[in-house]
């Protein structure tokens, strides 16, 4: 297929970034056709490749995983602040694993966990973090009892959109991730409940929860992690159009 005859097919089928993705699926190893139906079908284009760019990092994605957002670079940038080699760091409802390997890349020596209850995001994140502990399980029970009072950073993207708003996403995320990586419950902050309820039992002194939410909730998500007994920030990155919160254990 001709370069011209790929873009016009990525074109038709409302791809913005029609001439990009056609030189994205060019280069990808095998025939083009397969892809291109693929892409034509609605199959998110990471998920096509096989990968995504994340903090520079080429993240192994399979179908029916969740994609990385960029986005979420605002998580392991300041999760990386003041981390050392050896500190165990924490990725809850990890996907991918895209998180932990790039806070493997920017501070070498971690003692990385990650864990997701949805197996096929466990293995996934296996073959992006193969020398890390990939955890099976809902939250801090998939976790060794070992690491309680330990864990030095838990970052978490767990899901926030609220449920009532997963029909206005995109189709390629609707149709193509998981919902439990998607919906966070009547206000998108169902996990946020459960992870700031029991962060403080797992965190080290001056331990930090650093978890990704929508700018509409950070009064609501500010207010649960202050009630859970931690002392909370919220940090924005406008380039990257997101929000974090970032709760630290009062007696660090």
């Known amino acids: 297929m001709t370069p011209d005859r790929l873009i016009a097919a990525l074109r038709?089928?409302?791809?913005?970034?029609?001439?990009?993705?056609?030189?994205?699926?060019?280069?990808?190893?095998?025939?083009?056709?397969?892809?291109?139906?693929r892409r034509l079908a609605g199959e998110p284009l990471e998920q096509v490749l096989g990968w995504a760019a994340f903090d520079g990092l080429r993240i192994t994605v399979r179908p029916g995983v969740f994609v990385p957002r960029r986005r979420s670079e605002l998580l392991v940038r300041l999760a990386a602040e003041g981390l050392r080699p050896?500190?165990?760091?924490?990725?809850?409802?990890?996907?991918?694993?895209?998180?932990?390997a790039a806070l493997a890349q920017r501070v070498p020596g971690l003692d990385l966990h990650a864990a997701d209850r949805d197996p096929a995001a466990v293995a996934c994140a296996r073959l992006n973090l193969p020398t890390s502990s990939v955890w099976t399980g809902?939250?801090?029970?998939?976790?060794p009892r070992r690491l309680q009072g330990g864990v030095r950073a838990i970052v978490a993207?767990?899901?926030?959109?609220?449920s009532d708003d997963i029909a206005f996403m995109p189709a390629e995320a609707r149709d193509h991730e998981p919902l439990s990586a998607l919906d966070g419950g009547l206000d998108g902050l169902a996990v946020h409940r459960r992870i700031g309820a029991e962060a403080a039992d797992w965190l080290a002194p001056g331990?930090?929860?650093?978890?990704?939410?929508?700018?509409?909730?950070?009064e609501a998500a500010t207010a649960l992690l202050g009630a859970a007994?931690?002392?909370v920030r919220v940090h924005t990155d406008d380039?990257?159009?997101?929000?974090?919160?970032?709760?630290?254990?009062?007696?660090?």
């Open 12 to 37: 038709a089928a409302g791809c913005v970034f029609a001439e990009d993705e056609a030189a994205l699926l060019s280069n990808a190893p095998g025939p083009v056709e397969p892809l291109l139906g």
């Open 86 to 100: 050896g500190d165990v760091v924490v990725d809850l409802c990890c996907g991918s694993g895209a998180l932990a």
């Open 138 to 143: 809902d939250l801090f029970d998939a976790l």
């Open 157 to 162: 993207n767990a899901p926030y959109v609220p």
């Open 207 to 218: 331990g930090r929860l650093l978890i990704e939410v929508a700018p509409a909730q950070v």
């Open 229 to 231: 007994g931690l002392r």
């Open 239 to 252: 380039a990257l159009d997101a929000t974090a919160v970032v709760a630290e254990t009062v007696n660090g």
